[in-house]
Nanobody, 121 residues
């Protein structure tokens, strides 16, 4: 069984910073891409940032220049550093990992339970 556990959410004032972490654990062979998504009340889940196994990042336009995604492959962990936070960044943030359970290079997407980020104005 594969588990993704997120941490680091909380309440912060506009202009502040937070760092989210997501660690994968369990029995698996490899992890391909990892990413962060968010869902605000009444809205669909949206992509925030993704990162390849080689460390290449991709960001949503709304967070470019403010958020930084990174990963530590030795720890099976992905991070999201969020600077200059805005009230519109308020959402539940979910991490996602493409996990390979064996050597066949077939990947399955796993999700974390979500962590709340609230930005006050």
């Amino acid at each position: 069984q594969v588990q993704l556990v997120e941490s680091g959410g909380g309440l912060v004032q506009a202009g502040g910073s937070l760092t989210l972490s997501c660690a994968a654990s369990g029995s698996f062979f490899s992890i391909n891409g990892m990413g962060w998504y968010r869902q605000a009340p009444g809205k669909q889940r949206e992509l925030v940032a993704t990162i390849t196994s080689g460390g290449n990042p991709h960001y949503a336009d709304s967070v470019k220049g403010r958020f930084t995604i990174s990963r530590d492959n030795a720890k099976n962990t992905v991070y999201l550093r969020m600077n200059s936070l805005k009230p519109e960044d308020t959402a539940v943030y979910y991490c996602d990992a493409e996990v390979g359970l064996d050597f066949t290079l077939k990947y399955t997407s796993y999700w974390g339970q979500g962590t709340q980020v609230t930005v006050s104005s």
